[in-house]
């Protein structure tokens, strides 16, 4: 399976950006869970949301609940992260990730096996 993430970029402190994973290889329907984790510089990556293949359960970290929502469109083999309300906190390098992955584990990203190449998001304030 490869992952392409797209849609970083630069913006303002309370701006939008839109993040894309397409999928190639395999459906996404097929895959138990899909999510974005994060790298903020000089840190450790962390778990940001996931959607789940059964029922489309969605789980998001605290910081951003309320701000981003995960998505998925399973005619386009794509996954979303609309991330409203944009902080300098959520500066990162964002990367889309891919598992079949137990509830409890959802936000370790040692227990997905398919990871796209990341995209940079910037937030000035």
């Known amino acids: 399976v490869q992952l392409q993430a797209s849609g970083g970029g630069m913006v303002q402190a309370g701006g939008s950006l839109r993040l894309s994973c397409a999928a190639s290889g395999r459906t996404i329907n097929s895959i138990h869970n899909m999510g974005w984790f994060r790298q903020p510089p000089g840190k450790e990556r962390e778990f940001v949301a996931v959607?789940?293949?059964?029922?489309?359960?969605?789980y998001y970290k605290d910081s951003v609940k309320g701000r981003f929502t995960i998505s998925r469109d399973n005619a386009k083999n794509t996954v979303y992260l609309q991330m409203n309300s944009l902080k300098p906190e959520d500066t990162a390098v964002y990367y889309c990730?891919?598992?079949?992955?137990?509830?409890?584990?959802?936000?370790?990203?040692?227990?997905?096996?398919?990871w796209g190449q990341g995209t940079l998001v910037t937030v000035s304030s």
């Open positions: 990730a891919g598992g079949n992955v137990v509830l409890s584990g959802i936000s370790d990203p040692d227990n997905y096996n398919y």
């Open positions: 959607i789940r293949r059964s029922g489309g359960s969605t």
